[in-house]
């Protein structure tokens, strides 16, 4: 027991730190009600900020340079000392500065847009925030990952600390120190002060606080700034002890963070202080004590510390039910309407031949040869990603349940086919076999499939009692938690740690369809058909759901639980029912995701891959079946990110930088996603494509002719001699016409005066 | 004659672009307190949400204390002097009674000081339950915090909505001299919104009555008294 205690205690130094994050989290929620989750990107970036002012004196801004010119640039850099290192103290105060910059840049560019957006907008909106500091973090501070310099703390190692007869090191305690005298500040600030007060107020109601002159606004601000300068704090000063620095460094722990948060109610600054110093103390007795005794379960030494965070928030949530503060008086958008599918034979029937097409090519090889190497490879990745994002669709788009979870459920199924279909011999491909019970493929997905729909289930349970973000925190916790227990687990999935798990190729009657083509690389048209029908099939299924009574069902729920509970609907066995069936199409796409990649490790199923799936599923659209195949094309090293990075060789850099700008801003302008963008001005240009003639025609070129003669010519001689890039020339003209169009499109815009018709109308409202 | 303080002329005022109030023009005076009468729907809480900047003036010219509120925030208009008593009431349910008067509270350490006794002395029942949260008061509870936080601002208009809503006869009868002392006392000018004619009449200088969005009847309280039926036709559809 008294080792239990000296090893609480070296538990403090991480507990400190989510104790810092925890605090940031709560403040964010009081000012905005948002749950940000890209506050450890905050303390990432302030991180970095810090450790290169010491390293090489320059200042890095939270932005790339974007104009594909050499000779007019954004500044990107300020040199603060030419000579090298920067004094610590200065780098505190930049990181600071850096960190509240941030916080100003997420209120007016992000969350104030989104003020009145529905929950699962916000959430958008913070993974893009998160997407884009990392991937400007990829880019400005490129790929070295230096260790981060330890400052100010203590250097002494206590050798027999308070007589339990451990060392601990004497910077755990200044951390701990920190974090107390924060809370002690902030929680001063929210009991006595006015604008803590005006805080509170407006977080409880927002009329309120307008009425007696105080600007919901400028309290979100500072707010935000205190969050994010909170985050830079916790960066700067306790990045020194969690190892290298890295642009995802910190994504990973915000879920002990997000769980003391919830543990003082997503309010309470003291509670959450104790709770983040209470989860690190925990977390550090289970690693380093308990798995060291013998009653302690040998398959839970891995994964244990990752589930207590898990255990902590689901526990909190459940017992609290409904009590969580929740943001009075703003009027919250609904998720946008979910289209009926209409002629769903018809669009199988073009589809479906579609795809085959690009998998073999036209008869002949004449014209088109079919998809090959990377292309076909893509175009494997896009299908079944769109896969994956049918369950998002019907989760969160349907039943309006935001999982984050759906990822790592789809690696549960791939991970037990595989142990499944694993026969223990080894071969020149897989020398290191695992044991297993070696059942052919169609059985051993079967399993998979089942046991994700039970995993699923079970992740499903909280949902009954909590909802909307706060299931969201819960999905990711699970997301964290299933990794480590699961799929880093030795002792579960039977791994040399680091090798990967074999998946044999799938055969029908004898006929290999396996993702190996016949050049050996893995663009095999027999698997891409075979990812094809399977995505239609699925297609199919999702689509009659939301026609039947199930869907209606679906979307009552969604409207409101109440509702549909006083018009006789089972809520909860609806919500089990939704994830179960999403479960179950996540489960094929990790089974398809196995045969693609043949053979499979823990880091296909890594946490944030999950929320950046949700997040293209909701660029795509996230409440219809067309949504989820556009945000399968979309997806990173889908097809069209592939084309975007095959047109331009340094684009791949940029994709996570560009993928957060496009989803804060799919979240700000258009939350029904590009399917709702696409789908009424494809029917409305192909009605006038059928009815136009050449007068038609000719008023078309009299608008928009002059305009596209300005833009090749600008794209000709205006950006083509500037350009960085190795990009084509024509690639450039197209630029430029694009870029005009737009800003014309903008312009006209904005002397019209008219508003975008957005999801407020009252048509989308009543879905 | 006293300085003008609400000029409202010829507005129209609604939501998203439909009028629900068309052409209306009325004025508030220092010291006075006037009723804005009117049945259900006849537009009344969307003149008050126009006049403190919360919605946009359609079309027309409204000006409060001395400036205009279009293109204004409501916060900027509050700060001039404005203070709005909700139909809502607009309490902060997690703040303690006395936190939600401090936020109502303007001026120097002094001046905030007295004006938190002022408000007290208004409504004496607030005094011993300051500490607990607002959320827990009882309806009539509440309605005298809104009015005190609405005057711990020591505002010079006060727009008071349906005081009234949801309360005992005998608390309206006990609230509503009060809204006629802060008038005298102040010198605010008041408009109130009120489903009680009788009552609002009798501590009103002047009344307007609104129906279907535009103004009916307008005159001193004592006419509109005298004119008890056409009130009530107005009320009723029958104008």
């Not at chain 1, 927002?206 to 205190?226: C, D, H, M, Q, T």
Request: charged share 15%.
């Amino acid at each position: 027991m008294k080792d239990a205690i000296a090893f609480a205690f070296l538990g403090l130094g991480a507990g400190s730190f989510f104790a810092l994050m925890a605090t940031g989290l709560v403040v964010a929620y009081k000012g905005s009600g948002v749950i940000n989750f890209a506050h450890g990107s905050v303390a990432m970036y302030a991180a970095f900020t810090f450790n290169y002012l010491r390293i090489d004196g320059r200042l890095r801004l939270p932005w790339v340079d974007i104009l594909p010119t050499h000779q007019v640039n954004l500044p990107v850099q300020i040199t603060i000392s030419s000579g090298g290192k920067v004094n610590v103290w200065l780098a505190v105060l930049l990181a600071l500065a850096m960190s509240a910059l941030l916080g100003v840049g997420m209120h007016y560019l992000v969350f104030r847009p989104l003020r009145n957006a529905a929950p699962l907008g916000k959430v958008i909106g913070a993974i893009g925030v998160m997407l884009y500091l990392q991937g400007v973090a990829l880019v400005n501070f490129g790929s070295e990952n230096p260790q981060p310099k330890s400052i100010l703390l203590p250097d002494t190692l206590f050798k027999n600390f308070l007589g339990f007869g451990k060392p601990m090191p004497g910077e755990n305690l200044g951390l701990f120190i920190m974090a107390v005298l924060v809370g002690a500040v902030l929680w001063f600030n929210y009991k006595y002060t006015r604008f803590g007060l005006a805080t509170r107020a407006a977080a409880g109601n927002e009329k309120g606080a307008v009425l007696l002159g105080y600007s919901p606004e400028r309290l979100a601000l500072f707010n935000w700034i205190i969050a994010a300068m909170t985050a830079g704090l916790a960066g700067v000063f306790v990045g020194s002890i969690t190892g290298a620095l890295t642009p995802t460094k910190f994504t990973t722990l915000i879920v002990p963070a997000l769980g003391a948060a919830l543990i003082g109610s997503l309010s309470s600054v003291p509670i959450a202080i104790a709770g983040g110093v209470g989860i690190g103390m925990i977390q550090t007795v289970t690693s380093t004590w308990m798995t060291g005794k013998s009653w302690f379960p040998d398959w839970l030494q891995s994964g244990a510390t990752d589930a207590i965070p898990l255990v902590i928030i689901v526990l909190t949530l459940f017992l609290r039910g409904k009590s969580l503060p929740i943001r009075g008086n703003i009027e919250e958008r609904r998720l946008p309407l979910s289209p009926y599918p209409k002629r769903i034979g018809w669009h199988v029937a073009i589809l479906v031949p579609l795809g085959v097409v690009l998998a073999y090519g036209l008869p002949g090889d004449f014209v088109f040869a079919g998809l090959s190497g990377k292309w076909s490879f893509a175009f494997m990745t896009s299908l079944i990603a769109a896969m994956l994002m049918l369950s998002y669709v019907l989760l969160a788009g349907y039943v309006g349940q935001i999982s984050m979870v759906q990822l790592s459920i789809a690696g549960v199924s791939a991970f037990f086919m595989a142990r499944m279909s694993a026969n223990g011999v080894p071969s020149p491909q897989d020398p290191f076999a695992v044991s297993g019970p070696g059942l052919p493929w169609p059985i051993g997905a079967t399993l998979g499939i089942i046991v994700a729909i039970a995993v699923g289930v079970l992740l499903g349970i909280p949902a009954l009692r909590i909802r909307g973000v706060q299931l969201a925190v819960v999905t990711i916790a699970a997301a964290v938690a299933l990794q480590t227990l699961y799929f880093d687990n030795s002792k579960l999935t039977n791994l040399m740690a680091g090798s990967n798990a074999a998946v044999p190729p799938p055969t029908f009657f004898g006929v290999d369809v396996g993702s190996t083509g016949p050049r050996g690389l893995t663009d095999s048209p027999k698997f891409v058909t075979f990812c094809v029908i399977v995505l239609a099939a699925m297609c199919v299924i999702v689509s009659n759901l939301r026609r039947g009574s199930t869907g209606r069902r679906f979307l009552a729920v969604r409207a409101n639980e109440r509702a549909a509970a006083s018009a006789g609907i089972d809520v909860a066995r609806t919500k089990l029912l939704a994830f179960g069936i999403a479960s179950g199409l996540a489960g094929v796409a990790g089974v398809m995701t196995a045969f693609q990649q043949q053979q499979i490790s823990s880091s296909n199923w890594v946490y944030f891959a999950g929320l950046i799936a949700l997040a293209f599923a909701y660029l795509g659209g996230i409440t219809s079946v067309a949504g989820a195949l556009i945000g399968g094309m979309l997806t990173g090293s889908g097809l069209i990110s592939v084309f975007g990075s095959h047109q331009s060789s340094g684009l791949h850099t940029y994709t996570p930088l560009i993928g957060g700008v496009g989803m804060i801003l799919t979240a700000i302008i258009h939350p029904s996603g590009q399917a709702m963008l696409f789908q009424p001005l494809l029917q409305y240009f192909g009605r006038w494509l059928k009815a136009a003639r050449v007068p038609e025609w000719l008023v078309v070129a009299r608008r928009l002719g002059p305009y596209v003669v300005l833009g090749l010519a600008l794209g000709a001689i205006g950006i083509n001699p500037w350009r960085t890039d190795e990009w084509s020339r024509p690639w450039m003209m197209l630029v430029g016409v694009l870029l005009v169009l737009f800003v014309r499109s903008i312009v006209v815009r904005i002397r019209s005066g008219g508003h975008e018709p957005s999801s407020d109308s009252p048509a989308e409202v009543s879905a | 004659m006293s300085e003008t303080l609400i000029d409202v002329h010829d507005l129209s005022a609604g939501y998203g672009g439909i009028p629900v109030v068309r052409n209306l023009s009325i004025s508030v005076r220092a010291g006075e307190v006037v009723a804005l009468l009117g049945p259900n729907g006849a537009g009344k809480t969307t003149t008050l949400l126009t006049l403190s900047g919360i919605l946009q003036p359609i079309s027309g010219r409204v000006d409060v204390l001395g400036e205009t509120v279009s293109g204004v925030k409501p916060e900027k208009v509050a700060r001039r002097g404005l203070s709005h008593v909700a139909e809502d009431r607009s309490l902060f349910f997690d703040l303690s009674v006395k936190e939600n008067l401090r936020l109502g509270l303007r001026g120097d350490r002094n001046e905030r000081a007295a004006s938190m006794e002022v408000a007290l002395d208004l409504f004496p029942a607030l005094a011993p339950l300051v500490d607990r949260r607002a959320g827990l008061l009882s309806g009539g509870e509440q309605q005298m915090l809104a009015m005190a936080r609405g005057l711990a601002s020591r505002p010079r208009v006060l727009l008071v909505d349906e005081m009234s809503l949801g309360l005992a006869p005998i608390i309206v009868e006990r609230m509503l001299p009060i809204v006629r002392r802060i008038a005298d006392e102040t010198g605010a000018g008041i408009l109130m919104v009120e489903q009680h004619v009788g009552l609002a009449l009798s501590v009103a200088d002047r009344g307007y009555v609104l129906a279907h969005g535009e103004l009916a009847m307008e005159g001193t309280s004592a006419e509109l008294r005298s004119n008890r039926r056409l009130v009530e036709e107005s009320y009723l559809g029958g104008i």
